[in-house]
């Protein structure tokens, strides 16, 4: 969507353009599978839960090492705009890497309005810190390849940025704010012009990691059009990664192809470190 027409959208059509939960009639049938799953998933395979990188109760790591600590990491943000959700409901994402000998680590952090969307950033990047640092002290000292969907692809994106990440998959993520702050989005996220301009990957400097930028081919034309720009630019700065649309996916069915062991995703990661 252009500027021009954006602009020319009712307020109702704005938000509409962002509401996955509005897009997907079933919606909360597959929430509530995932947390199910999870809820059960957790408590058997975690080997190292709630271990804090920081000082709130939210700045924790669940992880689950494989049986090879040299395996790859696969460390998974959630999603849920930066304002809902916790990383204990997505525990059943370990379960593909975890099939795959990968570990697994998922991270939590805070939301909007408690604190501001820079502070969430700077959480992430404290939280790679902390993984770097002490993750072979739980059997994770692998390289990292991050992942993130949604708001957690949006994180992802900036938290390529750290050191210790050495690929990344940014799932169906938001990587222009200003659209978002002309949403309802932002009466949580209450963005100021310079987050637009500095939490923006679109706007920061090119990260020359290997990053796929993967969709749901059935999302909403906003998120498809979000992350084949961000893929765009990257290309046109010759930064290595694909983009990948994964066929008849909505926002909710995309984490499919991450969760399931034999997810193309899955796969992707892999191919991502050779």
């Not at 700045?59 to 204990?88: C, K, M, S, V």
């Not at 990957?201 to 909403?220: C, N």
């Amino acid at each position: 969507m252009t500027k021009t027409n954006w602009f020319s959208l009712t307020q109702r059509e704005r938000d509409s353009a962002y509401n996955n939960n509005e897009a997907v009639p079933d919606a909360p049938s597959l929430i509530e599978e995932r947390n199910q799953a999870s809820a059960a998933f957790r408590p058997v395979h975690g080997k190292a839960l709630d271990l804090a990188y920081g000082e709130s109760q939210r700045e924790q790591w669940d992880l689950f090492p494989g049986p090879n600590p040299q395996a790859p990491t696969l460390a998974f943000i959630h999603g849920g705009y930066w304002q809902r959700n916790r990383r204990e409901d997505f525990a059943a994402m370990a379960e593909g890497a975890l099939a795959m000998g990968w570990n697994v680590a998922i991270c939590g952090y805070s939301l909007c309005p408690e604190v501001t969307l820079t502070r969430i950033v700077y959480q992430i990047h404290a939280a790679l810190g902390w993984l770097s640092a002490h993750g072979a002290e739980h059997g994770l000292a692998g390289p990292i390849v991050l992942t993130g969907w949604s708001a957690g692809g949006h994180l992802t994106a900036l938290g390529a940025e750290h050191p210790a990440v050495s690929a990344a998959i940014a799932i169906s993520g938001i990587f222009e704010l200003g659209p978002i702050r002309d949403t309802y989005l932002n009466a949580a996220l209450k963005l100021t012009d310079e987050e637009i301009v500095e939490l923006s990957p679109m706007r920061r400097p090119i990260v020359q990691k290997p990053i796929a930028i993967a969709y749901g081919a059935a999302e909403l034309p906003e998120l498809c059009r979000q992350s084949r720009d961000f893929h765009r630019l990257r290309s046109e700065a010759q930064a290595p990664g694909p983009l990948w649309p994964v066929p008849g996916a909505d926002h909710f069915r995309v984490l499919e192809a991450l969760r399931r062991p034999d997810g193309a995703l899955l796969r992707l990661a892999a191919e991502l470190l050779r």
